[in-house]
């Protein structure tokens, strides 16, 4: 799918299943692109970006990752690419490399050092996401992290940002609902090419507010965010859809349901610490029989057997799992 898309709606970030020895499973992989792909409403999968511990792999790996994603679904939803590199020079190469290959998208990481006090240097974050947009014509996502990382954006440096012509959205990753809000109302009010004259109530140039405050989805749907991208979609991503389906239809206690039901998740899949996110969702991919098994890059570690019972018990109470699952499985591997 390379025609130009509205990023809109749920969109998972996949999970990178590894084989024991570390290498790629191919296979799960695939399958595990294939059950997102069907899931009605999702129009797009980020690969390469956290949630498939991109910082784990090397520049052949991230791009076999592509071509498996364009290879599996792209031909039935949108693939977007990260670009994940402190070094700006080989963000615009990866951009270029993920253009050429067949990417509908590119989600721009900020540079790790920005943590150093970017915030106060505007220019570098301009200069950086410059160069992608330079190197290719793919519509870009910025990705925005928490301020109190150091490496998220001011609202008015979103807002410049927005007025690069092929930054076509924002991934919010703000974790604070103030701070999400403030940079909606940045983007909406950025103008169109050449409009000098009032901002219209929805925007000028439409830039697209995609949330990854996972922790309060449902909150920042009801804000007005076009969507999400989260790596918990790689599990949920059929509630994550029906929800912000619900929301555009005023049907606000059917999606306050769906959130409830999710909570004992986000709850477990977002403690402390929270380095271990994806590697919890792992977990949870496995006990689903998605993929074969949970297995992460060193130096990430697989979580405990108490937390593995956390898991397990979430899973439940979100209807996910049915009791005596265990039972049943030790039964069909005999």
């Known amino acids: 799918m390379n025609a130009r898309f509205t990023f809109s709606g749920a969109i998972p970030a996949n999970l990178l299943p590894f084989n024991e020895d570390y290498s790629v499973d191919e296979p799960a992989y695939r399958a595990h692109l294939a059950w997102l792909a069907d899931v009605e409403g999702v129009s797009a999968i980020v690969c390469n970006g956290h949630a498939a511990e991109v910082a784990s792999l090397n520049r052949e790996e991230r791009r076999r990752a592509l071509a498996i994603a364009l290879e ?11 670009v994940y590199t402190d070094n700006t020079f080989e963000a615009a190469d990866m951009a270029r490399e993920a253009a050429t290959e067949g990417a509908a998208g590119l989600l721009v990481f900020p540079p790790s050092f920005f943590m150093w006090g970017a915030r106060l240097r505007p220019e570098m974050a301009l200069a950086h996401v410059g160069a992608v947009a330079e190197a290719c014509d793919l519509p870009l996502i910025v990705f925005q ?11 008015q440096t979103l807002a410049r940002l927005a007025e690069i012509p092929t930054v076509a959205a924002v991934k919010d990753w703000s974790n604070d609902m103030v701070a999400l809000e403030a940079n909606l109302r940045a983007l909406r009010a950025v103008p169109a090419a050449g409009d000098t004259g009032a901002v219209r109530k929805t925007g000028g140039r439409p830039v697209a507010h995609l949330s990854a405050y ?29 929800m912000f389906a619900a929301v555009q239809r005023g049907e606000l206690q059917t999606a306050r349901e769906i959130n409830d039901r999710l909570a004992p998740l986000v709850d477990v899949f977002y403690a402390p610490p929270f380095l271990d996110m994806h590697n919890r969702m792992k977990e949870a991919l496995a006990m ?18 108490a ?24 039964r069909a591997a005999t």
């Open 72 to 82: 599996a679904v792209g031909d039935r939803v949108a693939v977007i690419s990260g």
């Open 145 to 155: 992290y928490p301020v109190a990382s150091g490496m998220g954006y001011t609202p």
């Open 214 to 242: 996972t922790m309060s989805l449902l909150g920042s749907y009801l804000l007005g965010s076009d969507g999400s991208i989260s790596g918990m979609g790689s599990v949920v991503a059929d509630s994550h859809a029906e």
């Open 288 to 305: 689903l029989g998605r993929i074969p098994k949970a297995v992460v890059r060193p130096p990430l570690q697989r979580v405990s057997d």
């Open 307 to 330: 937390e593995r019972r956390s898991i397990r018990e979430a899973l439940l109470a979100a209807g996910l799992l049915e009791p005596g699952w265990e039972a049943q499985q030790r």
